[in-house]
């Protein structure tokens, strides 16, 4: 771990990720470097070292979008999505040593260059769809639904989620760490989509209940705990233990669907084990991090007057309109109409 959280300093230092005191003093409290070796606990040093630092692009890429103006201003960071939709398909220019590039692009060029030499075609592809689904999901569905006080359904947020959790992309790095090449015929099969759609939606909705909380006082509504409550008419604790439950059964759904994996393609034990392991691995490890991180605790934000004080502006390179005063709506505001 120590290996790891000295690298993560050293890297967010050297892209530009994290640089101002309040954001460093948050960042280290979150201890990405200890979830990483949670989540993945077979991983060489430097394969740790490649998935750690996707995690806090994605994590620091996230805050700007669900705790900053920019998560409401779907128009305002259109352009450096497309530069990173650009870094993903190959289309982009290199970015210059003294080009004033977001924070985002150029750390994104740097995970590209070490990730796609060791990936299969295949892989490449469908990493690139996930990465930017998930981009484009966070910054159109998302801030669009903050926007223009959409509530969505039930049923639309859990399909979204995945998405805009980013989670598909941490299980396609499973592949890297383990050393393993799964083809697309596994991928494509019934039973091996219904495992990773559960450890997926299990790692999301254990997500959405450890940052309740938290996203209540920001007055985030992309939360399952949130929706249940506010679609149902339950209490706060009602509501818990109807995600609860879900997640109990996410938990039996994956688990059907490995025995039957392994019980029809034994001859692929040696690729589809590992796989599953790291499915499980993701659950399990995502659970005891949520547990003892500050960044789940609404104090973590409650210390600051807005979020801006602990975001960096220099992420994702668009600073805050002049118009953009208001803050989010506290926890016990109106909620939005739900269409």
């Not at 970015?95 to 995970?111: F, H, I, Q, S, W």
């Not at 920001?218 to 009602?238: S, W």
């Not at 003892?292 to 979020?307: F, I, L, M, S, W």
């Not at 994702?316 to 739900?338: D, F, K, N, Q, W």
Request: net charge negative; hydrophobic share 40%.
């Amino acid at each position: 771990m120590a290996h790891t959280r000295g690298h993560l300093d050293s890297w967010t230092r050297r892209t530009g990720l994290v640089h101002r005191e309040s954001a460093r003093n948050r960042f280290e409290q979150a201890d990405f470097g200890a979830f990483v070796g949670m989540v993945y606990p077979t991983a060489d040093e430097e394969h740790l070292d490649l998935v750690a630092d996707w995690f806090v692009w994605l994590f620091l890429v996230d805050d700007q979008l669900d705790d900053g103006h920019l998560g409401r201003s779907p128009d305002r960071v259109r352009d450096v999505v497309d530069r990173m939709r650009a870094v993903v398909d190959g289309s982009a220019p290199e970015v210059l040593p003294d080009e004033d590039a977001p924070a985002a692009v150029t750390a994104l060029v740097d995970l590209w260059k070490r990730t796609m030499p060791e990936a299969a075609p295949h892989w490449r592809t469908r990493f690139a769809w996930h990465l930017v689904t998930y981009l484009t999901t966070a910054t159109t569905w998302e801030a669009g639904n903050r926007a223009e006080d959409v509530v969505p359904s039930e049923e639309t947020y859990i399909a979204k989620r995945r998405h805009t959790g980013a989670i598909h992309v941490c299980m396609d790095l499973i592949e890297i760490v383990a050393g393993i090449d799964a083809p697309e015929s596994v991928h494509n099969d019934p039973r091996f989509i219904t495992a990773l759609e559960a450890a997926c939606n299990h790692v999301c909705w254990a997500n959405d209940v450890y940052s309740f909380e938290k996203e209540q006082v920001l007055g985030e509504i992309h939360n399952l705990v949130h929706l249940v409550r506010h679609h149902r008419g339950l209490g706060e604790q009602q509501a818990l233990d109807h995600v609860a439950e879900r997640l109990a059964m996410e938990t039996e759904r994956f688990l059907t669907a490995e025995d039957e994996l392994l019980e029809l393609y034994p001859e692929l034990s040696g690729m589809l084990v590992p796989y599953l392991d790291g499915m499980r691995s993701w659950m399990r490890g995502n659970l005891d991090w949520s547990r003892q991180t500050p960044r789940y605790n609404p104090a973590d934000v409650g210390q600051y007057e807005e979020p801006e004080e602990y975001l960096e502006e220099t992420v994702l390179g668009v600073p805050p309109a002049r118009s953009e005063t208001a803050a989010p709506a506290p926890c016990g505001a109106e909620a939005p109409r739900a269409r």
